[in-house]
């Protein structure tokens, strides 16, 4: 899926924007450069040497939104559950690192709030959603960096139906960042008012990406 083509190249920047610390002349040029982060500097070095092995990787979260007007998509208590999240405790594992590159909003309608339910329903774009368009969305992650703040759901409507460069409602991110292991991420949603309880809706976000995984370090 082209959505991935380029996020290892992009990892690869992101990382090494976050670990070194430039110093630039007044006509652009690099004059002195040093060691932001060491954490992430050894990291870069790995990767760049393919001692680490990069993937491209989508986390996925899901919730019943009907009958809410602010809805936490992420929280401590919450656990990976097969067609529902692929995410526990609101944060990646030990030894991850993540760059997000883009993220997909998708919604269905539900026999009931369920989790059975949730899992099983049939997502698509939110085109057809009126009631829950008018809502926005915050991504929060490392604890304090917004990649998304506020953005209106309306900016997943109408992006077709899919293809080869991404799945139907994907929006790429403006800018990203370098998500670490262990730390606190969250995705709320706010409604202007209750999403009515008769049209038991849920909502799945998608964030794709590419990570070192857990296993290769």
């Given at each position: 899926m082209k959505v991935l083509a380029n996020s290892r190249e992009k990892f690869i920047l992101e990382v090494s924007r976050k670990a070194y610390k430039e110093t630039?002349?007044?006509n652009g040029n690099v004059t002195k450069r040093e060691v932001a982060d060491?954490?992430?500097?050894?990291?870069?070095?790995?990767?760049?040497?393919?001692?680490l092995k990069l993937q491209d990787h989508t986390y996925?979260?899901?919730?019943?939104?009907?009958?809410s007007q602010n809805v936490q998509l992420l929280n401590e208590a919450q656990n990976k559950a097969v067609g529902l999240t692929n995410i526990a405790n609101a944060r990646l594992p030990k030894g991850e690192y993540f760059v997000p590159v883009a993220i997909t909003m998708i919604a269905a309608a539900c026999d009931s709030s369920a989790d059975a339910d949730v899992a099983k329903a049939v997502y698509?774009?939110?085109?057809?959603?009126k009631m829950i368009q008018g809502g926005d969305i915050t991504l929060t992650v490392n604890q304090t960096?917004?990649?998304?703040?506020?953005?209106?759901?309306a900016k997943f409507v109408g992006l077709g139906t899919g293809n080869a460069d991404a799945p139907a409602g994907t929006i790429f991110l403006d800018s990203t960042t370098v998500v670490k292991p262990e730390t606190r991420m969250e995705l709320n949603l706010r409604f202007p008012a209750p999403v009515d309880p008769a049209d038991k809706t849920a909502v799945r976000f998608?964030?794709?990406?590419?990570r070192v995984a857990p296993a290769t370090l």
């Amino acid at each position: 899926m082209k959505v991935l083509a380029n996020s290892r190249e992009k990892f690869i920047l992101e990382v090494s924007r976050k670990a070194y610390k430039e110093t630039k002349d007044q006509n652009g040029n690099v004059t002195k450069r040093e060691v932001a982060d060491k954490e992430l500097a050894d990291l870069l070095e790995s990767a760049k040497t393919g001692k680490l092995k990069l993937q491209d990787h989508t986390y996925m979260v899901t919730a019943y939104v009907s009958g809410s007007q602010n809805v936490q998509l992420l929280n401590e208590a919450q656990n990976k559950a097969v067609g529902l999240t692929n995410i526990a405790n609101a944060r990646l594992p030990k030894g991850e690192y993540f760059v997000p590159v883009a993220i997909t909003m998708i919604a269905a309608a539900c026999d009931s709030s369920a989790d059975a339910d949730v899992a099983k329903a049939v997502y698509s774009p939110i085109d057809s959603k009126k009631m829950i368009q008018g809502g926005d969305i915050t991504l929060t992650v490392n604890q304090t960096e917004k990649l998304l703040n506020e953005d209106q759901l309306a900016k997943f409507v109408g992006l077709g139906t899919g293809n080869a460069d991404a799945p139907a409602g994907t929006i790429f991110l403006d800018s990203t960042t370098v998500v670490k292991p262990e730390t606190r991420m969250e995705l709320n949603l706010r409604f202007p008012a209750p999403v009515d309880p008769a049209d038991k809706t849920a909502v799945r976000f998608l964030l794709h990406g590419t990570r070192v995984a857990p296993a290769t370090l």
